[in-house]
Every structure is written in structure tokens, then in C-alpha cells.
Nanobody
Framework: QVQLVESGGGLVQPGGSLRLSCAAS????????MGWYRQAPGKQREWVAT??????LYADSAKGRFTISRDNAKNTVYLQMNSLKPEDTAVYYC??????????WGQGTQVTVSS
């Protein structure tokens, strides 16, 4: 099993920044993908960004504003979010996919962008 704990969410004004963190523990394979998804009220969960051992991928909504990174020594993934917009308001979820193996999810952290 793998446990994921997100932190760093909160209330921020439009144009502001937040940095989300997700610490993983448990049975983590050396080859894994970690990523961020988000779910706004009344909408389906959507992919935001993924980082593998060799590359980073972003949804169009995140390109140019968000940066995903990871600290393998700490089994932690980060999401630096800049130039935040009200439409970025959502619960942000971290996930980890062992390759090969199962995918695990965190409990989510609320991000609210509002003046």
C-alpha cells in the first residue's frame, strides 16, 4: 500500500501563487509516475500534470503557469501554481502510479482563488 498526504492548499487572490506538496510513503516502486488532478464543484475530476522519472507533462490549462517537480529522496511531488485564476478553484488530488502496479490517491487539498 501507498499513502499520500497533500498540503499547501488555501485561499489566494487572483494572480497569486500557491505551492502544493504531496508526500508519499509505503511500497513505492523505483519506477513510478506522480501527478496532480483537480475537481471543481459539479465537474468531473481532470488531469493537471504528471511527472515521471524522465519527463513532465501538463494539461493545456496548466501550461505556462504551473510547474510540477519531485524530490525522489523524499518521495514528494510539488505543484507550483502561479498566476492563479478563479477557474483554478478546486480540490487538488495527488496520485502515484507504480509501474507496473496500482495507482493511489491522496485525500485532496482545497484551493480557492477569490478576491
Amino acid at each position: 500500500q501507498v499513502q499520500l498526504v497533500e498540503s499547501g492548499g488555501g485561499l489566494v487572490q487572483p494572480g497569486g501563487s500557491l505551492r502544493l506538496s504531496c508526500a508519499a510513503s509505503g511500497r513505492i516502486f523505483s519506477n513510478n509516475h506522480m501527478g496532480w488532478y483537480r475537481q471543481a464543484p459539479g465537474k468531473q475530476r481532470e488531469w493537471v500534470a504528471t511527472i515521471t522519472i524522465s519527463s513532465s507533462l501538463y494539461a493545456d490549462s496548466a501550461k505556462g503557469r504551473f510547474t510540477i517537480s519531485r524530490d525522489n529522496a523524499k518521495n514528494t511531488v510539488y505543484l507550483q501554481m502561479n498566476s492563479l485564476k478563479p477557474e483554478d478553484t478546486a480540490v487538488y488530488y495527488c496520485n502515484l502510479a507504480n509501474i507496473p502496479g496500482n495507482t493511489y490517491w491522496g485525500q485532496g487539498t482545497q484551493v480557492t482563488v477569490s478576491s
